[in-house]
């Protein structure tokens, strides 16, 4: 897991020096590092055995969890180009209802008790704000990915391309983490996080291949002497 970890760091960092100052660079490379702290807390899930650093450890991984979503939402609405733009009182009940996801994570007795005992750590969360949680999870995904779809509909060339990849290397590990980190959790264990994680290294060699590899590849083929 840690070696995944630093993959997504790796993504982070490739992706913001890509263009340091465009919203879709700066958000994406936001949602890795995301990524790469809910990574770190299932971690502290696994190997932790003080009861008070478990409950931290699963709490953290609801409020990364939560960060993931909210962030690649935002990176959807601004890749490429805005096909519409969000109001204030849209982007309000975004903020507030993220907010209190958080802060029904962060907060001990909600999501989880304040102490897991070790035999727990895979079977702690509330059922009740387990699918609030995962209520809120489908609800940003379909709207992220709705927001893609419209885009990609409207694209072509290049943009359209970069859009499919994008749709690709994500639907896996947005899917998986809605099944084995969310609903199995909410009503069996989440012994089955880790299936998320290295559907992760998936989206890590994609994107690095098909968006930055084979883009380096062509620019350096392009710039040979004929």
Known sequence: MGIVALMCLALAYRTWIGNTTHPSNIFYAIVSLMIMFWIFSLIGIRLAMDPVLISLSIRMSGIFGALIVFFFYIFTYHFAFKRF???KKQYALLFATTALIILISITPGYLVPGRVLPENRFDSESPLWGIVFTIYYIVIVFLAFRNLWTKYRNMDGIWRSRLRQIM?????PLLTGGIFGL?????STAEFEWITVFCLVFMVVYIWYQIFWKTSQGVK????PR
């Open 221 to 224: 083929k392009a710039q040979r």
């Open 85 to 87: 733009y969000l109001t």
């Open 183 to 187: 609903i199995l959790p909410t009503f």
């Open 168 to 172: 690709i290397a994500t639907s896996a």
